[in-house]
T-cell receptor, first 115, second 109 residues
Framework: ETGVTQSPTHLIKTRGQQVTLRCSSQ?????VSWYQQALGQGPQFIFQ???????GRGNFPPRFSGLQFPNYSSELNVNALELDDSALYLC??????????????FGPGTRLTVL | RKEVEQDPGPFNVPEGATVAFNCTYS??????FFWYRQDCRKEPKLLMS???SGNEDGRFTAQLNRASQYISLLIRDSKLSDSATYLC??????????FGAGTTVTVRA
């Protein structure tokens, strides 16, 4: 079974730039969630995509946006980068409808540094 | 108030010791609770679910106290490989995992 993959693994940007992070979901999963994990903190929910539509959003500004493609892979886009955007960005895939809770499987993350 | 708060740790224990720590949550309507484990610079992985009646998985025991809105994790007979950050996770609604900041456990030889 193919696990969740993310690219790139590391990225360095400067303030004001834009970035696109990518995620391929685990085989058979149609839902992708994105999380931001700052150093020393737990992951914070950004948003979730289900069947190519946003299915819920956390407390993140509109400059955080996303897409999901027909093959269920996903992108996270961040515009006008700020220093505080420096974090590990985690993607998790799951497949709703199989029970009360559908385990979210996390990818290895993309570590973004904003200078 | 944060949705999920955890014992700050770190907990530094010898091999074979028992270590326990708690997590409190603010949303009384939360229905699902979990412990995830995160190794240094790695992704979180599900350790165990937490059921209302409490549950064990080998050396790990999880408890839920709905009245006081907290969950706990106890690790018996600690191994060096148990060294990690343990993340408390609460699902307040259908789609979102709310994570605590994590409790760091270091098991020393």
């Amino acid at each position: 079974e193919t696990g969740v993959t993310q690219s790139p693994t590391h990225l360095i940007k400067t303030r004001g730039q834009q970035v696109t992070l990518r995620c391929s979901s685990q085989s058979g999963h149609n839902t992708v969630s994105w999380y931001q994990q700052a150093l020393g903190q737990g992951p914070q929910f950004i948003f979730q995509y289900y069947r190519e539509e946003e299915n819920g959003r956390g407390n993140f500004p509109p400059r955080f946006s996303g897409l999901q493609f027909p093959n269920y892979s996903s992108e996270l886009n961040v515009n006008a980068l700020e220093l505080d955007d420096s974090a590990l960005y985690l993607c998790a895939s799951s497949s709703p409808g199989q029970g009360a809770y559908n385990e979210q499987f996390f990818g290895p993350g993309t570590r973004l540094t904003v200078l | 108030r944060k949705e999920v708060e955890q014992d700050p740790g770190p907990f530094n224990v010898p091999e074979g010791a028992t270590v326990a720590f708690n997590c409190t949550y603010s949303n009384s309507a939360s229905q699902s609770f979990f412990w995830y484990r995160q190794d240094c610079r790695k992704e979180p992985k599900l350790l165990m679910s937490v059921y209302s009646s409490g549950n064990e998985d080998g050396r790990f025991t999880a408890q839920l106290n709905r009245a006081s809105q907290y969950i706990s994790l106890l690790i018996r007979d600690s191994k060096l490989s148990d060294s990690a950050t343990y993340l408390c996770v609460v699902i307040p609604n259908d789609y979102k995992l709310s994570f605590g900041a994590g409790t760091t456990v270091t098991v020393r030889a």
